[in-house]
């Protein structure tokens, strides 16, 4: 309030229009077309790499102490916040086992509050030091977040295709300069098809459990696709 100078219920209305803002995205993600037209552009784990980016620009943008960029980057911030949350619970929901799955998702649900708890226990007492301080705080940590995940995603890039070539063989697998992989002269496929990043990790499985694929059920059925 004094920061801007607007009266509480106008601040209280930005914040319900953030949220709303918030709500439609997730309502589109949830929309097939959509999806399948954002994932042409960034298939996974691409999608959630650039979302963690745009939310922690917005983060960024939000210590400009100027009202009508805070404005912006905040509806911003939580159109990219339901996104990424969108598409990294849709891939997590591939590549992890059921049973995994169980121990996953309430341990992610419990990181969620206790980061929403650190920002509302620390925020007012940065905001006392620098009206911006929170902000630049929570850029930081959202940058060094995205560099963790775009960190994690590589390392498990190369894991797929070191594993598929021992699996298939040189000759087996093509990897481009953008890192699609390409397989050939297998079983399931038949023919030379691109994997997207859950197919790698679900052929893989395939491939290295003795027992059969059932044995570690993902979440989806292994079907190759174009994209």
């Keep these: 309030v004094n920061e801007y100078g607007y009266e509480k219920y106008i601040l209280g209305i930005i914040g319900g229009v953030g949220a709303a803002t918030g709500t439609v995205a997730a309502i589109l993600v949830s929309n097939e077309k959509f999806v399948e037209w954002f994932k042409k552009l960034l298939p996974s784990p691409k999608n ?9 620009t917005c983060v960024a943008v939000t210590a400009f102490p100027k009202f009508e960029v805070y404005l ?86 190369k894991k797929n295709i070191e594993g ?14 953008n890192k699609h992989i390409t397989v050939s002269r297998d079983s399931v496929c038949g023919s030379m098809r691109r994997l997207s990043f859950s197919e790698q990790i679900m052929m893989m499985d395939m491939m290295d459990n003795e027992a059969g694929f059932s044995k570690s059920f993902r979440g989806s059925a292994f079907i190759p696709t174009e994209i």
């Design 72 to 157: 912006t980057g905040y509806i911003i911030l939580n159109i990219a916040l339901s996104m990424n949350e969108s598409f990294l619970n849709e891939l997590q929901g591939k590549i992890t086992t059921r049973e995994n799955f169980r121990k996953i998702a309430p341990i992610t649900q419990i990181i969620r509050r206790m980061v929403g708890f650190s920002t509302a226990f620390a925020g007012p007492a940065l905001f006392t030091i620098y009206p911006q301080l929170p902000s630049i705080v929570g850029a930081v940590f959202s940058f060094l977040l995205w560099g963790i995940i775009v960190a994690g995603f590589m390392m498990r890039q």
């Design 48 to 56: 959630v790499q650039f979302t963690a980016f745009m939310a922690a």
């Design 164 to 177: 598929l070539k021992a699996q298939l063989g040189d000759e087996g697998i093509r990897v481009d300069k």
